[in-house]
């Protein structure tokens, strides 16, 4: 029953390492060939001291047990050991980085594949987490097993060679592991959930120090919130981290003593008060060295136990982390646009466009649409409302970063689906990321660059070199003049930009109403835009009012 289950236990794990031990829908050779290494590392190692144990025991009887050719053989099989466990090692370490190489490439895809829903809805800093210190821990956990493969190799075949000459002695040794085994079952399972527990306790703390300092500004100007903030939450979590990698060292503390140490000693002991008085000297001292051949594969592995019950939860939690990042069983290794060049149209009509958000339940927090627009080619589109009225909801719609939760998107009279006609925007919304290069922008010429930054009145912040853009401390009205740089440069037919003007100080933000949208029309752009600044409606072909998530009028100029 116990070795049942530890075999289910040892297939789970292999399992979980398929990204290891299966890649391309096939076996992994070169993991075999590991393993065979190790394995044969091991072998070299238990017979290195079997040789060692029976020229002893020559010479404890007073015969010759020094002949050249048992040099010989034992310089081979030290020779075989070296490099076996060398080869093993170091195509290990190879295997590992790769197929983590590998798994991070395809989570990073998954990723970019992600719907902005879902992003949305996941914890950056469990990503983060997830991606380099559960990956660490399982390069080096693979390394580890590497070794435990040698170890678990060299006190079989030990054992096996006890067997051969005292099958009293075999038994000890093989009823006192087992009993190690039966102490091992009763808190592997508590163990594990424990170093589950931590694992995601370790993300919550990793995720607060994130809040000290993405909120310091807010933290330091309220001594109220800085001292709860800190009293309340991030000591108390500080503390349940520490109790929880304190109770896992603690039970690691107890499986090493009773299983490593208490078992050990009991079999040093039984051969020396319990083994009949008949036994010779010789073969009393043969048992004893074999034992002691035997203490430093045990040790090592005492000493990985915690390594690779780690790797398990660490290996959970990416596998959970595939999960949520899967859109479909078929992902493609990049993603490419089903139009290379932006088609002419002359309309985009949006139909009975309507969308929802959920809370974790299921049910309905809030609801936009429907929402009935007809809007020409190289027109100007103003999307009003107050806060709250759902106009960034619609241009996420328009976008196609959210889908639909009906409705229907028209390019000239001919339906389509929005999700793979996104190459005809380019967009700037109110919280947006400014890459340091210009990714996906091909040629980029220094002067256009230089020449635009000037336009934004930022070319005294941002330089453009070495293919990158540098830039310090700039406002949020300035980042989003960047981001604008950006967006001109991707030439796409349609501009979508949320709340653009919303940081910009007065003298830009008649610029950017009398001059830039006017010039972008100029040159045949189409430009939806999100605003509140009634006081250059009239720069628009057309105003779509918005409140409570509801289309409640349309003006067409």
Same mark, same amino acid.
């Given at each position: 029953?116990?070795?049942?289950?530890?075999?289910?236990?040892?297939?789970? +794990?292999?399992?979980?390492?398929? *990204?290891?031990?299966?890649?391309?829908?096939?076996?992994?050779?070169? %993991?075999?060939?590991?393993?065979?290494?190790?394995?044969?590392?091991?072998?070299?190692?238990?017979?290195?001291?079997?040789? !060692?144990?029976?020229?002893?025991?020559?010479?404890?009887?007073?015969?010759? =047990?020094?002949?050249?050719?048992?040099?010989?053989?034992?310089?081979? %099989?030290?020779?075989?050991?070296?490099?076996?466990?060398?080869?093993?090692?170091?195509?290990?370490?190879?295997?590992?980085?790769?197929?983590?190489? @590998?798994?991070?490439?395809?989570? =990073?895809?998954?990723?970019?594949?992600?719907?902005?829903?879902?992003?949305?809805?996941?914890?950056?800093?469990?990503?983060?987490?997830?991606?380099?210190?559960?990956?660490?821990?399982?390069?080096?956990?693979?390394?580890?097993?590497?070794?435990?493969?040698?170890?678990?190799?060299?006190?079989?075949?030990?054992?096996?060679?006890?067997? /051969?000459?005292?099958?009293?002695?075999?038994?000890?040794?093989?009823?006192?592991?087992?009993?190690?085994?039966?102490?091992?079952?009763?808190?592997?399972?508590?163990?594990?959930?424990? !170093?589950?527990?931590?694992?995601?306790?370790?993300?919550?703390?990793?995720? $607060?120090?994130?809040?000290?300092?993405?909120?310091?500004?807010?933290?330091?100007?309220?001594?109220?919130?800085?001292?709860?903030? *800190?009293?309340?939450?991030?000591?108390?979590?500080?503390? &349940?981290?520490?109790?929880?990698?304190?109770?896992?060292?603690?039970?690691?503390?107890?499986?090493?003593?009773?299983?490593? %140490?208490?078992? *050990?000693?009991?079999?040093?002991?039984?051969?020396?008060?319990?083994?009949?008085?008949?036994?010779?000297?010789?073969?009393?001292?043969?048992?004893?060295?074999?034992?002691?051949?035997?203490?430093?594969?045990?040790?090592?592995?005492?000493?990985?136990?915690?390594?690779?019950?780690?790797?398990? +939860?660490?290996?959970?939690?990416?596998?959970?982390? #595939?999960?949520?990042?899967?859109?479909?069983?078929?992902?493609?290794?990049?993603?490419?646009?089903?139009?290379?060049?932006?088609?002419?149209?002359? @309309?985009?009509?949006?139909?009975?466009?309507?969308?929802?958000?959920?809370?974790?339940?299921?049910? /309905?927090?809030?609801?936009?649409?429907?929402?009935?627009?007809?809007?020409?080619?190289? /027109?100007? +589109? *103003?999307?009003?409302?107050?806060?709250? $009225?759902?106009?960034?909801?619609?241009?996420?719609?328009?976008?196609?970063?959210?889908?639909?939760?009906?409705?229907?998107?028209?390019?000239?009279?001919?339906?389509?689906?929005?999700?793979?006609?996104?190459?005809?925007?380019?967009?700037?919304?109110?919280?947006?990321?400014?890459?340091?290069?210009?990714? =996906?922008?091909?040629?980029?010429?220094? #002067?256009?660059?230089?020449?635009?930054?000037?336009?934004?009145?930022?070319?005294?912040?941002?330089?453009?070199?070495?293919?990158?853009?540098?830039?310090?401390?700039?406002? @949020?009205?300035?980042?989003?003049?960047?981001?604008?740089?950006?967006?001109?440069?991707?030439?796409?037919?349609?501009?979508?930009?949320?709340?653009?003007?919303?940081?910009?100080?007065? &003298?830009?933000?008649?610029?950017?109403?009398?001059?830039?949208?006017?010039?972008?029309?100029?040159?045949?752009? /189409?430009?939806?835009?999100?605003?509140?600044?009634?006081?250059?409606?009239?720069?628009?072909?057309?105003?779509?009012?918005?409140?409570?998530?509801?289309? @409640?009028?349309?003006?067409?100029?």
């Amino acid at each position: 029953m116990v070795f049942g289950e530890q075999f289910q236990r040892w297939v789970h +794990v292999l399992i979980m390492f398929k *990204f290891l031990f299966y890649t391309n829908n096939r076996i992994n050779k070169r %993991v075999l060939f590991v393993i065979c290494m190790s394995a044969l590392s091991g072998i070299a190692a238990a017979s290195l001291a079997a040789i !060692i144990n029976e020229v002893a025991e020559a010479f404890i009887v007073g015969s010759h =047990g020094g002949s050249l050719s048992i040099l010989v053989f034992f310089i081979f %099989v030290l020779i075989i050991l070296f490099f076996s466990r060398r080869i093993a090692l170091r195509s290990g370490v190879d295997l590992v980085e790769r197929s983590l190489e @590998t798994f991070r490439n395809t989570v =990073g895809n998954q990723l970019r594949q992600s719907s902005l829903i879902k992003m949305e809805r996941l914890n950056q800093g469990e990503i983060y987490t997830k991606l380099s210190i559960d990956t660490k821990k399982i390069s080096r956990a693979t390394i580890s097993c590497i070794r435990a493969i040698q170890s678990i190799t060299t006190i079989l075949i030990v054992i096996v060679y006890i067997f /051969t000459f005292s099958f009293v002695a075999g038994i000890s040794f093989l009823a006192l592991f087992t009993l190690g085994i039966f102490y091992y079952q009763i808190n592997y399972r508590l163990l594990v959930e424990t !170093i589950d527990e931590m694992a995601g306790k370790e993300t919550e703390l990793y995720d $607060s120090f994130g809040h000290v300092l993405d909120g310091f500004n807010e933290l330091k100007l309220n001594s109220d919130k800085n001292d709860d903030f *800190f009293h309340h939450y991030l000591i108390p979590l500080c503390d &349940t981290v520490k109790n929880l990698r304190i109770s896992v060292g603690k039970r690691y503390v107890d499986i090493n003593a009773f299983c490593f %140490v208490l078992l *050990f000693y009991l079999a040093l002991g039984s051969i020396i008060f319990l083994f009949p008085f008949d036994y010779s000297v010789s073969l009393r001292f043969k048992i004893i060295a074999m034992s002691a051949f035997l203490w430093e594969p045990i040790e090592y592995l005492k000493g990985i136990i915690p390594v690779l019950l780690m790797a398990k +939860v660490s290996v959970h939690r990416l596998q959970e982390l #595939q999960k949520q990042l899967t859109l479909s069983e078929h992902l493609s290794e990049y993603v490419v646009s089903q139009v290379k060049e932006p088609e002419p149209f002359e @309309t985009l009509t949006i139909k009975s466009l309507q969308f929802q958000y959920t809370d974790m339940d299921g049910n /309905t927090s809030f609801a936009v649409g429907p929402i009935h627009v007809t809007i020409q080619q190289g /027109t100007i +589109v *103003f999307l009003s409302g107050g806060n709250g $009225s759902g106009k960034s909801t619609v241009l996420k719609l328009i976008s196609g970063l959210y889908p639909s939760l009906s409705g229907a998107f028209f390019l000239d009279h001919k339906e389509i689906d929005i999700s793979k006609h996104r190459h005809l925007f380019s967009v700037v919304y109110t919280d947006c990321y400014i890459f340091d290069g210009l990714y =996906g922008i091909n040629p980029v010429e220094y #002067q256009n660059i230089d020449d635009l930054l000037q336009l934004m009145a930022i070319d005294h912040k941002v330089q453009w070199k070495n293919q990158k853009l540098y830039h310090t401390g700039l406002s @949020t009205g300035q980042k989003k003049r960047l981001a604008f740089v950006v967006s001109l440069l991707e030439n796409r037919p349609i501009y979508i930009l949320d709340e653009w003007a919303a940081e910009q100080d007065s &003298t830009f933000k008649n610029k950017f109403y009398m001059e830039l949208l006017p010039m972008l029309k100029k040159r045949g752009k /189409t430009i939806i835009a999100a605003t509140h600044d009634e006081t250059y409606f009239h720069v628009a072909d057309q105003v779509v009012h918005m409140q409570y998530g509801k289309m @409640t009028s349309e003006t067409i100029q």
